[in-house]
């Protein structure tokens, strides 16, 4: 049968996974594209301040802005620009009238980079990324030139521009004399260090994506191996025991596992196991009843028949008595019937609960003493617990279903006991279990194998036969397999009689 995967949990992880790694992925992408601007903003905050002071400067010193006053500006005030790599003065024509680069000025001031520009200028961001020769400075002076031209309303401008391999951020704003815009300055400034901050701000970025995308993958499969395809295989499974398909899934490799899916294979298949085995009981035990009723049907017909014919009075009080041992027979079997089924059905939903051992059958025995000696019966059952006291006989169970399984084996030793007889209980512990010896001084066992008393029906039943089902043993090794335990019966040693032993597994 094709599964279907729409709703697979797999396909859902791996669609949210990617979903999130999608948003992470543009938000990464946004993030980095934005690191540079950041970086260099910063950057020009210095820019703004040095183009703000020479303003103030240029009003206070009363400087005129052309050519030879802006040269003596510059060699007067060079501590305004420590640390610039180059400042340029342009006119209101974008006409350069001053550049630090063409003064003969100390170098620790100012540095002389062979700069070239070329690129396209915009109103907010100019970016000029590509070197080019040194023949193209006239070109670079146009362009700058161009830019001033256009009468920018937005001022200071950003200029990111690339020297061979070094990284300049330049800002471009205006010159005002008491409030009157009188030209443009340039102030550059080397900034490899943003460069390298982005640089390595991606790799880092870049590694970490490409390692979650790793973990995301490898959890996947991991989900996918351990977790998914066992559950699908159980999903698979109960569908093949619910259509009745004949293929056969082979659960062993789950079921070792001692994690979750372990238990939860383990639990899925007992239970199935468990449903088959009452099914195949319900089947096999419909036809045993069928069979059982049968017969005491088939007797109580031919002794209705003979009734009619017969007239002497022995006679009549024989059939009678045959007619109602086989209608005893057929309502125990019909009770029994009804009351296993009971039983089966509340065994599933009681709870096990800490049980003594001792006390529950010292209980059992009570009731039966009294009922032999109302009945006037010379029956005696004793209990041996050697040198113990039976304080610390607890097991796990179900206290009024071990009274039965008690009640029925010691209800199976009397049917089988005389007078005068006594039917022993013997119990006893190992490193493990608890070991309960029910012995009675009766026939014993006719049969090579006495195993068979536990199956329905057994046949080898005493004279009160109209008393017994030939269910209660059945029940019995039911109720103590549903505690873990088991049931074996045999005939005792060196004298007569028959023997059950019932072993539980002590409470830890």
Known sequence: MKQKNSNSILRKFLLFNLLVFSILGILTILYLNAIQPNLVKKRTQNHYTIINNTNDHLDRLNITFDEQNIRTFLLSTRF?????????????DGDLIGDTNILDLDQSVFQKPEEIFEGKIEDQNISIKDNVKSEEIEKSINLIKETILKKQQNYPIVLEEKVKNNFFVSTLGEVSRFNKKVGYIIVSEEANDILIAVSERKNFILRTVLA????????SLFLNKYILKPIGSLVFYTQSIKNKTSKNINMDSFIIRKDEVGILTKSIDEMTRELQKRTNRAETFSTDLA???RNPLASLKGASELLDK???DFDRDKLLQIINHDVERIERLITDYSQMLKDEASLSREKMRKVNLVQTINNVVEDFR???????KNLKININLGDKDGKNYHILGIENRLEQVVANLLDNAIS??????IIEIDISETSKNFVILIK??????AEAAPERIFKRFYSNRPKSFGKHSGLGLNIVKNIVELHKGTIAASNRVNTKGAQIEVLLPKFT
């Not at 979650?212 to 959890?219: A, D, E, K, R, T």
């Not at 009294?370 to 006037?376: G, L, V």
């Not at 089988?416 to 007889?421: A, I, K, M, V």
């Open 80 to 92: 305004l620009f420590q640390g610039l790599d180059r400042v340029r003065f342009y006119s209101l």
């Open 212 to 219: 979650i995308g790793l973990v995301i993958l490898i959890f």
């Open 310 to 312: 017969t007239t002497k």
């Open 416 to 421: 089988f006991s005389d007078d005068g007889q």
């Open 440 to 445: 009675d001084q009766g026939p014993g066992f």
């Open 291 to 293: 069979h059982e009723i």
């Open 370 to 376: 009294h009922d032999i000696s109302n009945q006037n």
